[in-house]
């Protein structure tokens, strides 16, 4: 069924976008001689977590011959539904100039949808080589057709003042044994205490793989050479620490819960429901309260937990918001300028999230930090010494680059996962099977 639905959505489409792009061109740019060209941006991120106002201002003052129309989706910046409704947006030929991906298998399934147009030309004009200009690796078959904006890496959101009362320290770097360890000293009885967001339907898989992410390369489900990685060891080391977390332990919340609930990562910290939270950096700007949820606790931050302890930093995933031009696009040189001068500069302009590009410093991100923090409602609520450690620390692991089919991959082994914690199939079944889809859905794709 999954599989017609997928069939179904990518010929529409087409379908869609064939139909926008055969539309005829205007003759000018804004469709009124002497107005600016408005381009229409659409984005899951809200003000809050964006700033949109003063970033979109910035770049209007420079490029004044350019208006953007910000286009938000979800009121919970909520990347799933923000994506559904860019699919439709584009199955029914909507217009729309720039699209903003929350990571690289979005990003790179639509592009193989051909819903974004390729954009090497720009780049070869403008000078530039994405491998020294940005930290994300966005090529999808040899080409490019986005620029990535805020850089996201993981980190744990800790409860300072629970920590305090079961005399734990925060940690400056530590494994994932002592993470377990810290969740059974933070767990009572009908008190879980952490969460973990996923998988779910395909999305936020990175929770079934947490320690394959903490090693220096081949640190996903597909290796950096394009091969499948599950026969690698920490892999099932990943499943086997959720299972015992939960089943044995006791210490996370329940599968089962998180998705007849619908719970979500921000309800479950802010509220004070759960301890701890492995989540990305993106949640910098939101740590010292906002009017949704107030900070009304101490926060601190740790790094990523890894499988042996690095002196020189953690291992963890890098990935980031991607922003594309639609292929149905009418302005897309007015497009390009944008999302070129939103993932350098603009980042800057912002002022809220870790950027992509590489031209920025280590004190400009310090600063970005303290002034993220002091927008905050309670900013006084946040260890920002451990924020920046955290952040400082972090060695980008590498994995492989993005695929078409990844988001195919990704469903696949979310499924996988449900039957296990589930008690559907049990640990060396759900390897095994993972094993076989993974090398069936990578031959199929052989060309």
């Not at 940690?171 to 779910?200: C, I, Q, R, V």
């Not at 009418?330 to 603009?346: S, V």
Request: glycine residues 6%; proline residues 4%; contains cysteine.
């Amino acid at each position: 069924m999954k599989r017609f639905l997928l069939l179904f959505l990518s010929l529409t489409l087409v379908i869609g976008i064939m139909a926008a792009c055969s539309q005829k061109e205007s003759t000018s740019p804004s469709g009124k001689e002497g107005e600016p060209e408005t381009i229409k941006f659409y984005t899951h991120g809200t003000e809050d977590g964006y700033a949109w106002k003063r970033t979109i201002s910035a770049f209007e003052e420079k490029y004044p011959d350019i208006k953007v129309d910000v286009v938000q989706l979800s009121e919970k910046q909520d990347g799933a539904e923000s994506l559904k409704k860019i699919d439709l947006a584009a199955a029914s030929g909507e217009e729309m100039d720039v699209i903003m991906f929350t990571n690289t298998p979005n990003y790179a399934q639509r592009v193989n949808l051909g819903m974004l147009e390729p954009i090497d030309s720009y780049i070869e004009k403008d000078g530039y080589k994405m491998e020294e200009e940005y930290k994300v690796d966005t090529s999808v078959g040899g080409k490019y057709y986005g620029l990535p904006g805020k850089f996201v890496a993981w980190y744990v959101l800790l409860n300072k003042d629970r920590l305090a009362a079961a005399g734990l320290e925060v940690p400056k770097n530590w494994t994932w044994d002592e993470f377990m360890e810290y969740a059974k000293k933070l767990s009572s009885k009908g008190h879980y205490a952490t969460y973990f967001h996923g998988p779910w339907d395909g999305a936020w898989v990175n929770y079934m793989s947490l320690r394959l992410q903490s090693q220096e390369k081949d640190a996903g489900f597909l290796k950096t050479d394009g091969t499948s990685n599950m026969d690698n060891p920490l892999y099932k080391e990943s499943l086997a620490m959720r299972l015992k977390m939960e089943k044995e332990d006791k210490t996370a919340v329940p599968y089962s819960s998180m998705i007849s609930q619908k719970m979500n990562y921000r309800d479950q910290f802010f509220t004070q429901a759960v301890d701890m939270i492995i989540t990305g950096t993106y949640m910098t700007a939101e740590l010292g309260g906002s009017e949704r949820f107030p900070a009304e606790f101490n926060i601190a931050v740790a790094p990523f937990p890894q499988n042996k302890l690095e002196e020189t930093g953690s291992y963890s995933v890098g990935d980031g918001d991607i922003l594309g031009i639609s292929a149905n696009s009418k302005h897309k040189e007015a497009a390009y300028k944008f999302i070129r001068w939103y993932t350098t500069e603009g980042q800057v302009a912002q002022g809220i999230n870790i950027p992509s590009w590489t031209k920025v410093t280590n004190e400009q991100i310090v600063d970005l930090i303290t002034d993220t923090l002091a927008e905050a409602n309670n900013p006084e609520k946040v260890d920002k010494e451990s924020l920046i450690h955290s952040i400082q620390t972090v060695i980008t692991a590498k994995a492989g680059k993005p695929v078409p089919y990844q988001n195919e991959i990704d469903q696949a082994l979310s499924a996988e996962f449900e039957k296990l914690i589930l008690d559907k199939q049990n640990l060396d079944e759900t390897v095994a099977n993972s094993k076989k889809i993974v090398q069936d859905i990578l031959d199929k794709n052989k060309k």
